[in-house]
């Protein structure tokens, strides 16, 4: 589940430190998104794997924008920010012991759901047109990740947390 405290931490930030932050926990979206795809491979989930690789990419092209933006309006140094990790935004640090498809994929999109939360902040705090367009582009971006996620727990089969067939069984 979302941590609302984190998110409402992330939005008293001013936009330098905001971005800094994000930056960071973009790149650790990546690592993460490594993570979640070796776990998809070790339950033999083909698609899973395919979209996790494209996510963690996705996550390091996103944080190589980010950095370009940062440098050119803030300056080359990118102060570290002590603020929530993504695990502590996220149930993503429960991962580690589960082999429930649905938790693994479940994860994935609280993932994009805070991702594209911190771009609609991010949006919000830019204080000028070209940093409201690349945020809400990306913040676009995290909701396209969102939605091929939602498909892919519809082809495996999950509703509400329950597979298909399950319902009723013990």
């Given at each position: 589940?979302?941590?609302?405290?984190?998110?409402s931490f992330l939005e008293e930030l001013p936009l330098r430190e905001l971005l800094a932050h994000w930056i960071f926990l973009e790149g650790d979206k990546a690592l993460l998104y490594l993570r979640l795809s070796r776990k998809a491979k070790n339950l033999g989930l083909d698609d899973a794997y395919d979209m996790f690789k494209l996510l963690s990419r996705?996550?390091?092209?996103?944080?190589?924008?980010?950095?370009?933006?940062?440098?050119?309006?803030?300056?080359?140094?990118?102060?570290?920010?002590?603020?929530?990790?993504?695990?502590?935004?996220?149930?993503?640090?429960?991962?580690?012991?589960?082999?429930?498809?649905?938790?693994?994929?479940?994860?994935?999109?609280?993932?994009?759901?805070?991702?594209?939360?911190?771009?609609?902040?991010?949006?919000?705090?830019?204080?000028?047109?070209?940093?409201?367009?690349?945020?809400?582009?990306?913040?676009?971006?995290?909701?396209?990740?969102?939605?091929?996620?939602?498909?892919?727990?519809?082809?495996?089969?999950?509703?509400?947390?329950?597979?298909?067939?399950?319902?009723?069984?013990?």
């Amino acid at each position: 589940m979302t941590d609302l405290e984190g998110l409402s931490f992330l939005e008293e930030l001013p936009l330098r430190e905001l971005l800094a932050h994000w930056i960071f926990l973009e790149g650790d979206k990546a690592l993460l998104y490594l993570r979640l795809s070796r776990k998809a491979k070790n339950l033999g989930l083909d698609d899973a794997y395919d979209m996790f690789k494209l996510l963690s990419r996705e996550a390091e092209r996103h944080e190589r924008k980010l950095r370009t933006l940062y440098t050119r309006k803030f300056g080359a140094e990118i102060p570290e920010v002590h603020g929530p990790s993504l695990e502590e935004l996220s149930d993503i640090g429960e991962l580690e012991s589960e082999n429930d498809v649905f938790a693994v994929l479940k994860c994935a999109l609280e993932l994009e759901e805070v991702a594209e939360r911190v771009y609609s902040i991010l949006t919000g705090k830019a204080d000028d047109d070209f940093l409201r367009a690349v945020f809400s582009y990306l913040g676009s971006t995290e909701k396209l990740h969102e939605r091929a996620i939602e498909s892919l727990m519809r082809d495996y089969g999950y509703a509400e947390g329950v597979r298909k067939g399950e319902i009723g069984a013990s």
